[in-house]
């Protein structure tokens, strides 16, 4: 297993195929669809991680958001949208990081991760719904870019040279 931490002036990136992964206020990327998107690990330094790319490695954004919409064979799911954050901002959070992790096939999978899950919050039975504060902080730093224009990404990935 081979990952190394992001270079700062990076930016992490994952694309939304979903239809209901977000709303049109800020934040936009809805936090239940990042509580579903981040999963546990046990055998890497970091609790648990949402997988996507490395801007400055991935040259075939739209072609893999395709291909991945096509391989679910749900005709609902299709290439909607690119969610991105810089790694120095994630990195500014303390318990929040970007790993370069290389995939078979995927020279440019990268982890957004959390380090250390925080605990719940206490709430009330007048409020029992439960969600990590964890993930409003992460919606609040990421960005979109609709699949129709990719342009921002684009202009992103030349202010940064690859690894």
């Known amino acids: 297993m081979l990952f190394w931490l992001a270079d700062a002036g990076d930016h992490w990136l994952h694309h939304v195929l979903q239809g209901k992964a977000l709303r049109s206020d800020h934040p936009r990327v809805k936090t239940k669809y990042l509580e579903n998107c981040f999963e546990e690990v046990d055998d890497k330094p970091w609790a648990s991680e949402m997988s996507g790319r490395a801007l400055s490695l991935a040259l075939d954004i739209r072609e893999r958001a395709e291909a991945a919409a096509i391989a679910s064979g749900a005709a609902s799911i299709r290439f909607r949208h690119v969610i991105y954050a810089e ?50 902080q992460i919606a609040a730093m990421l960005r979109v870019c609709d699949a129709s224009n990719l342009s921002p990404l684009e202009a992103l990935r030349q202010q940064v040279s690859p690894r």
């Open 87 to 136: 790694v120095a901002t994630v990195r500014s959070a303390g318990n929040l990081n970007v790993y370069v992790e290389p995939i078979d096939g995927d020279d440019a999978h990268a982890n957004f991760v959390i380090l250390e899950m925080p605990p719940l919050p206490y709430r009330t039975p007048a409020d029992p719904k439960q969600s990590h504060d964890i993930f409003r």
